[in-house]
């Protein structure tokens, strides 16, 4: 669930309410700070870990090979883990940034209505 209002006390509102509904039951969360309830095999025993933590193990053990390739004009154009994940913080920060800038926009806007 996304919540497009950015005024201060409707999203803190919104916050409390996920956390407070969503927390024992859920699987999912679309909030960063969001927590959900783990699906946890009892034979299996890893410990369960982020998709950011696996992304950096992954670098870590494969940064200069090859994580993605594709054809492009009949040649193989390929990134290496470490590419990948440079690439993927980039856009991550862009995605932020926006954010950001939307959130700071519209505040504005209902502050000078």
């Known amino acids: 669930m996304f919540l497009y209002c950015f005024s201060p006390g409707i999203f803190q509102l919104?916050?409390?309410?996920?956390?407070?509904?969503?927390?024992?039951?859920?699987?999912?969360?679309?909030?960063?700070?969001?927590r959900v309830r783990l699906r946890i095999d009892n034979s299996c025993p890893q410990?369960?870990?982020?998709?950011?933590?696996?992304?950096?193990?992954?670098?870590?053990?494969?940064?200069?090979l090859n994580a993605l390739a594709s054809k492009k004009n009949g040649k193989w154009e390929k990134i290496t883990f470490s590419e990948y994940y440079c690439l993927s913080r980039k856009a991550a920060k862009s995605f932020l940034k926006e954010l950001l800038c939307c959130t700071v926009s519209e505040t504005w806007v209902q502050r000078s209505a």
């Not at 919104?14 to 969001?34: N, R």
């Not at 870990?49 to 494969?62: A, G, N, P, R, W």
Request: aromatic residues 12%.
């Open 14 to 34: 919104h916050i409390t309410l996920t956390m407070v509904l969503y927390l024992p039951e859920s699987l999912w969360t679309s909030f960063a700070d969001g």
């Open 47 to 64: 410990t369960p870990i982020t998709v950011h933590q696996m992304f950096k193990d992954s670098l870590e053990k494969y940064g200069s």
